[in-house]
Each structure stands twice: as C-alpha cells, then as structure tokens.
C-alpha cells in the first residue's frame, strides 16, 4: 500500500514479535506470537501501539497475567463474533481492575488509566472465538516491553519499562 501518498498508513502485514522471547510463549487457545499491527516502527510518528489477538478457546495456562499496572494509558477491546448477535461477547470473562472485579459478557471497550492496576484476565467460558484489542497510548515502546521481559519480579505491581 505504500505506493500511493497515503498507503503508508495502512498496514495489514503486522509486526511477529517472536513468543520465545515472550514470558506468554507456549500459550494454547490464543494467537501468538504477538501480532502488532501499528506503532511507531511501521508508521513514523504514530503515538499508539496497536495488538490484536484472537482467543479461540480458554487459555492454557489460564490467566496469560496476573496483576500489573502501566506507566501510560490503554484501551482494551473485546469484541464478539456471532454475525447474528455481535454484542454477545461468546465468552464469560473475569476482569480485575483496581479491587473491583467485572464480568464480561457482551463486546465492550475498556479504558485503563496509567497506574491502575488490572487482571487477572480469568476466562470462565469460551462459546465462540472473541477478538482482543488492545491501544497502548505511549510514543515509547513500554508496552512491547511489558509484554515481552523475561522476567516478572514477585510483588512488583509496576514493572520496569523502557
């Protein structure tokens, strides 16, 4: 798409970060390795990290993560795909945020301001695949770096970013 003035902004052959290098490698159920579809290294100057992934059936292991938080924001997606009914999530997930837990069932959007701690991401049933999307709203690449550091240190809430 690059040949015109604007292709540049239109990708749809996304960044394979490699699932070896991830602490999520070996995951059964969900696509990876990660597939970024927009940030900063395939569109210059673009403030948002761009991850889609589709979750086909309970993870295994399950929860993919445990508590953490960010230092930039994050919208979360999760989007049903029953062409009949595309509100219907097709799953009962459990969401943590702050001290609160949350079931979802219906295709919604969450906001996670920088700092608020989030997850585990419990999946209580997967009736039909559902799509994840996930915006990281930072011009550094913390979130690529969250996602893929060897090594969680026990107790951390924040981890060490980039």
């Known amino acids: 798409m690059a040949d015109s003035k604007y292709g540049k902004y239109i990708i749809s052959n996304p960044l394979i970060i490699d699932s070896g290098s991830s602490k999520h490698g070996g995951i059964k159920g969900v696509t990876f390795p990660k597939e970024i579809f927009m940030n900063k290294g395939l569109v210059k ?28 924001d994050t919208v979360s997606c999760f989007v049903g795909s029953d062409p009949k009914n595309p509100s219907n999530l097709g799953a009962v997930l459990e969401m943590q945020l702050g001290d609160e837990k949350h079931m979802l069932t219906k295709t919604c959007v969450i906001f996670i301001p920088k700092g608020l701690s989030h997850c585990p991401l419990i999946h209580r049933r997967i009736d039909r695949p559902y799509l994840q999307i996930i915006f990281a709203i930072s011009e550094k690449e913390e979130y690529i770096a969250f996602q893929f550091q060897d090594a969680i240190l026990p107790g951390k809430k924040t981890l060490p970013l980039t």
């Not at 991850?51 to 930039?72: C, K, L």
């Open 45 to 72: 100057g673009c403030p948002t990290l761009v991850d889609i992934g589709w979750h086909f059936t309970i993870p295994d292991p399950d929860p993919v993560e445990q508590t953490h938080s960010h230092n930039f």
